[in-house]
């Protein structure tokens, strides 16, 4: 008769819902007992261990897409800031234009800035910036948007913030992933050895019945 196939998967998930694989102490109670069958559990192994590799595979493909996207978003953070300070003035500011505040200053046109911007890995242009209170930004799908720079400031902090925490979700989803693959494997490994140990007493207990 064959036995009942207990679940694989412990009721007891991460904080993203991915279930715990239980470490199973004593293969012949979990399996029910000294005739029980094995192939349908390992089978449930199997199968438990090819969800683990695909959800860590997936996890992996993340990571790898977080970590080249966060650079772009901090570069780009990290100008459009640079833009805001270069408008109000703080980027000329020093502590020997602070004592001279009270100063008649000559007002004329600021120059505009000249810098380089990527075309592709490998190639980029020179440019001149004008100075602007607007930046345009690229939020994928080949859609593109024009914002005020305090605006533009505030949703790359807060995609910045998303991403990064993201990432650091993903990092600990991957350990988590690779923890609960070792002990499928470890539990695999023991029902097996458990079958063959099982088999091998049984054929020696035939052959001592024979002679």
Known sequence: MASKIKPVFSEEKNPRGIPKAPFIADVEEYLGGPDAETDGTLKAFQDALAKYRYMDSSLAQRRASLE???????KTLDMVEFMQDRREGKSKTTEDEDDLDDLEEEEGPQKPLKTT?????????????EETDTVFLWLGANVMLSYKIPAAIDLLATKLDVAQTSLDNTIEDLEFLR?????MEVNTARVYNWDVKRRR???EKEAARSL
């Open 68 to 74: 080249e996207k966060i650079p772009d978003i901090r």
């Open 117 to 129: 911007f990527e075309l592709n890995d490998t190639l980029y242009a020179e440019a001149e910036l």
């Open 179 to 183: 923890e609960q693959l070792t002990i």
């Open 201 to 203: 007493e049984r054929r």
